[in-house]
Structure formats: C-alpha cells, structure tokens
C-alpha cells in the first residue's frame, strides 16, 4: 500500500525560498509527481522525479532520496500568485496510478 | 479549447436523486480516471479505465458506477445520491507509458442535500 505525508500548511513572504517536503512509503517506487493546485481549480503537473536528486525547472525544483523515502519541493522567489496547495503524489507499484498526499496549502504574503 | 471537459460544474441535488458527470477528452489518451476531492482528505480514486473495454474500482466506488462510451469519454454516476457525497469530482487522462503525467478536467462542484 501507500502511504504519503507533507505538512499540511506552510506561510512564506513573497521572495523568499521555501522547501516543501513529502515523505512516502510505497512497495514499489515508480517515480514521484508533483502538481500545483489553485483553490477551486485542477491540479496541474510540475515534476515528476524517479531517480534521486534535483531536478530544476526556472524557480521551481524537486528532490528525490528513493533510499529515504523522501522529496522535497523547491520554490523560489516566491510570488503571491504561487499561494496554493502542492500534491505529493507516488504511482503504486506496477499500476503507475498515482495515490495522492493531502496536499501542503501554501499561503505566500507580502 | 481545454484538452479534458466537465459537465456540469456545479450541480445541487437531492438525496436519493441519480445524477450523471460527464468527461471527455481529445487527448488521444486510452487511460481515464475520477477522483474525488473533500478538503483535508486530498484525491481519491473512485474508479479508472485503462482502454474503452476495461473497468476498475479505485479506492473508493461504493455508491458509484462508470460507463466508458468511447476512448474520448468516460461518465461518472451516483445511482442515488446521498450528502456525504457532496465533493469536488475531478476526471483525469494519462497517456500509457513510463511516466504517465495525469491531465485534470476542471471539475465538478457536486452539493447533495
């Protein structure tokens, strides 16, 4: 089975860095997904790590310790339009069906 | 025009009423998803669809069913709704391979009374 925590909200000020972290624990680890969530809206994709490091991508980049169960989510320069919930989500071995965490609310203020 | 759709948006309803959610898609993918979405309890898969021929139960199906129409769409039903399943219904589509990216419908905004 699967099981996947990160926080549940984290405030930040606008330009700063923040790191948001998700831990997991899968029978078999076929990469793990990142998405944005805008309250109301759909979840849009922002990474996807199946070997360990850091991936970047412009302000926003994504770790993976597959030995530590463990990832982290990067943000940088955070502007107020980056307020939303950010989705850990692990594909369950062999299906590539992701289960999703319960999202981190990221509130960014002035 | 967006690549996953959702009909209706917002949809009340009685208890005990059937009501259909609608998806389609012109993405091209075979793999089809409904997840539902409560606050503080994240996505749950209701059922999936991997081609036009294959049904799933996902975590969470009681009290729901799906029929896959064609490859593009893939509907949602309550066979008599009920309050707890007041939520927010996302479809999803990936496309089969490695890293299977899932692509969000807009949602629909379900209040049952």
């Known amino acids: 089975g699967q099981n996947i925590d990160q926080p549940t909200e984290m405030t930040a000020t606008e330009g700063a860095i923040v790191q948001i972290n998700c831990t997991y624990q899968t029978s078999g680890f076929n990469g793990l997904f990142w998405y944005q969530q805008h309250a109301g809206e759909a979840p849009t994709f922002l990474s996807y790590n199946v070997l360990d490091g850091l991936e970047e991508k412009g302000r926003f980049s994504s770790f993976l310790s597959r030995s530590k169960g463990y990832s982290y989510l990067l943000l940088k320069e955070l502007q107020m339009k980056d307020s939303a919930s950010y989705l850990c989500?692990?594909?369950?071995?062999?299906?590539?069906?992701?289960?999703f965490g319960r999202g981190t609310s990221l509130i960014v203020h002035p | 025009d967006a690549d996953v759709t959702q009909t209706p948006r917002n949809r009340i309803t009685k208890t005990g009423k059937r009501i259909m959610l609608e998806c389609s898609q012109t993405?091209?993918?075979?793999?089809m998803y409904w997840y539902r979405q409560d606050p503080g309890l994240g996505l749950r898969l209701i059922y999936y669809s991997f081609d036009v021929k294959d049904i799933n139960k996902g975590e969470i199906s009681d009290g729901y069913s799906v029929s896959r129409q064609a490859q593009a769409k893939f509907s949602l039903s309550l066979e008599s709704a009920i309050p707890n399943q007041t939520a927010l219904y996302f479809c999803a589509t990936s496309d089969f391979g490695s890293e299977e990216t899932q692509y969000f419908g807009p949602g629909t905004r379900l209040l049952v009374l």
């Open positions: 989500a692990v594909p369950s071995g062999g299906s590539y069906i992701p289960t």
């Open positions: 993405k091209g993918h075979d793999r």
